[in-house]
Nanobody, 126 residues
């Protein structure tokens, strides 16, 4: 199984970036998917999750209204559209896959996820 995250880079505060995570080696349509992030010196934290069908989404309070997660089962790809970026959004962003179909709070837990991508760095300047 491979989860290949891309789309990170440098953005100014108030700007936008779109992350992508391409999956291979798994039946993508069966998996819930999520994005987590980890800033230097901090623990990995939940950002957003989406159900296997794309019908349900979950967001951390810190990104609600600014970030949008979406899933394209035909392309085996999950996206994270990030708008109104803030310096505190600076982190390495990781995509993750969950076969157990988490719900609610369970989707925010790191150990819920079976597979992880390698991460893509997002830096937001003030």
């Amino acid at each position: 199984v491979q989860l290949q995250a891309s789309g990170g880079g440098l953005a100014q505060a108030g700007g936008s970036l779109r992350l992508s995570c391409a999956a291979s080696g798994l039946t993508f349509r069966n998996y819930h998917m999520a994005w987590f992030r980890q800033a230097p010196g901090k623990e990995r934290e939940f950002v957003a999750a989406i159900s296997w069908s794309g019908g349900r989404t979950y967001y951390a309070d810190s990104v609600k209204g600014r970030f949008t997660i979406s899933k394209d089962n035909a392309k085996n790809t999950v996206y994270l559209q990030m708008n109104s970026l803030k310096p505190e959004d600076t982190a390495v962003y990781y995509c993750a896959a969950d076969i157990h179909h988490c719900s609610g709070y369970g989707c925010s837990v790191v150990y819920e996820y079976d597979y992880w991508g390698q991460g893509t760095l997002v830096t937001v300047s003030s």
